[in-house]
Structures are given as C-alpha cells and as structure tokens.
C-alpha cells in the first residue's frame, strides 16, 4: 500500500481542494484563500501562489517574527458520483513566509515550510513525518486518475460490473471505480438494500505508467470475466 507521506504529497500535488488556514486571520471568503498554484520543492517546502493582496499574503508579509503559522487543508473528493464521496483529507502545517520575486507582477508565492502533517482517508490515519514527506513521490496515475475514473464508470460499465462475482457477496447490483494508484483499483459496490461496501484489487506488480496500467486492467477484468 502506499505510505501515509506518499499519500500526503500525491494530495498536494493533485488538484484536490486546499485551503490556507491562518490562525487569528480576520474574516476572509473561501476563494480568497485558495492558492492559484501549488507546488512542492525538493527539501518538501510546499510553495502556494495567491494575488499579491490577498489575506494570506497580507498576513506573512505584516508579520513582526515572521512566525505566522498556517495549515493548509486539503479535501479530495472522488471524480465520479458515488454515496460518500470524500475519499479523504490532509492536513499540512508549518511557518509561512513570503518569497519575493518568485511569482509574476500582481502575484506573491508564499511558501510553507512544514513542520506537521497528517491523513485521513481510504486507507486510514495517521500522521506524516516531516522527511518522510519530502522523501515521498506522488502516485505516478496523479495526473490520469480522474479521467480513468470517469472513463470506466461511463464506458466500461460492463466490466465493472463483472467485479461483482470477485467479492463473493449477496446482493451486490452494481460497482463504481473509486480510486487507483499503482498499486491497485478500489471499488465502491452498491447493495440491494442500499448499503454500499469497499473492495480493493491489487495489482500483481505496482505500475509504473499507462502502458502498466492496460495491462493489469486487462488481466483484472479477464479474471472477472472467468
């Protein structure tokens, strides 16, 4: 299974909802603390890019010991429409501070140096050290996730559905692909009583790219399909 730190920073990199949340911060709108741009650079400081005059920025810039702590909050939500579809959230919190010059005119990356992390989400909770984090990769499917998701829930139906004789349970009526990473597929089932349950199917070998990925989906439905 994926480690907790590489799940942390496979939700940082991705395109989940993140929030900024500054501690004695006056009131400010949702968006407003949303950065425009999230990255995280190789010592595993997460730099976020706001309009030079938001909150956020406003409030490292202002800062006398440049001691303005923040947690960014990350909710990541399943692409496909399934019961309960936050799949899990990630908490990052460290000293914000500003990095000038960095961003375009108008523009202010802040960066967060962490001190504290955690997860919670299909996997469990736990918390995330520090330099397990800037050791830890994203999940190589990052990028193609959503649109495999998406793709397999509204053209391979049937297939999907094939995974209902693999979990040897009464009354399953349908399946919906709630996530992958390289290690395997996670399915949400649907029950004829209206319940739903979890089942993960794991890949002979965790893959590395697309191509892997063809073929441990292909070898996964033929098994279904025996």
Request: one cysteine or more.
């Amino acid at each position: 299974m994926p480690s907790a730190a590489e799940r942390t920073r496979t939700l940082v990199h991705s395109t989940c909802s993140a929030v900024l949340l500054v501690p004695g911060l006056p009131a400010a709108r949702p968006d407003q603390l949303v950065a425009d741009l999230r990255t995280v650079g190789p010592d595993g400081d997460v730099f976020l890019d706001f309009p030079a005059d938001s909150p956020a920025v406003r409030a490292a810039t202002r800062s006398e010991d440049g001691e303005v702590r923040a947690v960014l909050e990350i909710t990541d939500v399943a692409p496909v429409s399934v019961p309960r579809r936050i799949r899990g959230r990630a908490w990052v919190s460290g000293r914000l501070t500003p990095v000038p010059g960095q961003a375009g005119p108008g523009r202010m990356t802040l960066r967060l140096d962490v001190g504290e992390a955690c997860v919670d989400d299909l996997w469990g909770a736990g918390p995330v050290d520090p330099e397990d984090f800037a050791r830890a990769a994203p999940d190589p499917l990052l990028r193609h996730e959503t649109e495999i998701l998406q793709h397999l829930a509204s053209a391979h139906g049937e297939q999907m559905d094939l995974l209902c004789s693999l979990v040897g349970r009464e009354g399953v009526t349908g399946a919906t692909p709630l996530a992958l990473d390289r290690f395997g597929l996670r399915v949400r089932f649907a029950l004829d009583d209206g319940h739903t349950f979890d089942a993960r199917f794991d890949f002979p070998e965790p893959v590395a790219d697309i191509t892997d990925l063809r073929r441990a989906m292909h070898r996964l439905f033929e098994a279904a399909a025996r």
